[in-house]
């Protein structure tokens, strides 16, 4: 059974970091690209980074460059997006996505609220 389990959310003062993790299990994770996504009352689900499956190439949405980093450990079958220097606007729910070729399996979410 295919499960990736998000955890590491919560609220958070605006300046402050979280540590959200993605815990993979059913697949060859090893194989799979992994990327972030959020989606934000109101708004559609964007994508917020992602990793290669080797974990050599990321890419980040240009509102968390500089400030999020994308990682993965393959041995433990989990992938990671810490967050630094959080700001009211990275408020919403965030998912993880696992995609090669066809397949694409996604997580529950966790909520990120950014707030003083």
């Known amino acids: 059974q295919v499960q990736l389990v998000e955890s590491g959310g919560g609220l958070v003062q605006p300046g402050g970091s979280l540590r959200l993790s993605c815990a993979a299990s059913?697949?060859?994770?090893?194989?799979?690209?992994m990327l972030w996504y959020r989606q934000a009352p109101g708004k559609e689900r964007e994508l917020v980074a992602k990793?290669?499956?080797?974990?050599?190439?990321?890419i980040y949405a240009d509102s968390v460059k500089g400030r999020f980093t994308i990682s993965r450990d393959n041995a433990k079958k989990t992938a990671f997006l810490q967050m630094n220097s959080l700001k009211p606007e990275d408020t919403g729910v965030y998912f993880c996505?696992?995609?090669?070729?066809?397949?694409?399996?996604w997580g529950q979410g966790t909520q990120v609220t950014v707030s003083s």
């Open positions: 059913g697949f060859t994770f090893s194989g799979y690209a």
């Open positions: 990793i290669t499956s080797n974990g050599v190439s990321t």
């Open positions: 996505n696992a995609q090669m070729y066809d397949a694409n399996y």
